[in-house]
T-cell receptor, first 112, second 114 residues
Framework: DAGVTQSPTHLIKTRGQQVTLRCSPK?????VSWYQQALGQGPQFIFQ???????QRGNFPDRFSGHQFPNYSSELNVNALLLGDSALYLC???????????FGPGTRLLVL | GNSVTQMEGPVTLSEEAFLTINCTYT??????LFWYVQYPGEGLQLLLK?????DKGSNKGFEATYRKETTSFHLEKGSVQVSDSAVYFC?????????????FGKGTMLLVSP
């Protein structure tokens, strides 16, 4: 039973560029959440997708956007990258109406 | 709003020592509480959870009890191993219109020496 997978594992971008991160949820899960984890900090909630719609959003600017596909996989897009966007981006999957989220290994983004 | 406060680390212990990592929370209503563990260079793994007051979550020798009266969910283990060295995150989950999101503490690093 495959767990949550994310790609790529590492990414280096320069300021102003755009980036797309990808996530495949755990088998049987239908809800995907994205979190940003800065170095030495706890993860911060970005947004959550269910049935291809954004259902909840944390305190992140509109430069952060996402998408969920019919197969429940998801993308996180960040436009106009800033140095402060450098972080580990974590994807978590769950079943709607349940609280337990399972995390992927993350994508480490470095913005130069 | 919701928040989680954890004791600052690093916590440095010798193998077989007793571990306590303190966690307190602020939330309206009755959140569910979680402990996640992050090994170096990896994502988060669910360690244990508790969904209501006085519940005890346990896994791999770790345990934590949901204390509503003190709004706490302290993590304990009777005898730590070197392989337990990692960062531990306390988190709460609040449901909103059928959707739940996690609020994390800043994490506590545990270093266990042989």
């Amino acid at each position: 039973d495959a767990g949550v997978t994310q790609s790529p594992t590492h990414l280096i971008k320069t300021r102003g560029q755009q980036v797309t991160l990808r996530c495949s949820p755990k088998s049987g899960h239908d809800t995907v959440s994205w979190y940003q984890q800065a170095l030495g900090q706890g993860p911060q909630f970005i947004f959550q997708y269910y049935e291809e719609e954004e259902r909840q959003r944390g305190n992140f600017p509109d430069r952060f956007s996402g998408h969920q596909f019919p197969n429940y996989s998801s993308e996180l897009n960040v436009n106009a990258l800033l140095l402060g966007d450098s972080a580990l981006y974590l994807c978590a999957s769950s079943l709607k109406l349940t609280e337990t989220q399972y995390f992927g290994p993350g994508t480490r983004l470095l913005v130069l | 709003g919701n928040s989680v406060t954890q004791m600052e680390g690093p916590v440095t212990l010798s193998e077989e020592a007793f571990l306590t990592i303190n966690c307190t929370y602020t939330a309206t209503g009755y959140p569910s509480l979680f402990w996640y563990v992050q090994y170096p260079g990896e994502g988060l793994q669910l360690l244990l959870k508790a969904t209501k007051a006085d519940d005890k979550g346990s896994n791999k020798g770790f345990e934590a009890t949901y204390r509503k009266e003190t709004t706490s969910f302290h993590l304990e283990k009777g005898s730590v191993q070197v392989s337990d060295s990692a960062v531990y995150f306390c988190a709460l989950s609040k449901e909103n219109s059928g959707y739940s999101t996690l609020t994390f503490g800043k994490g506590t690093m545990l270093l266990v020496s042989p």
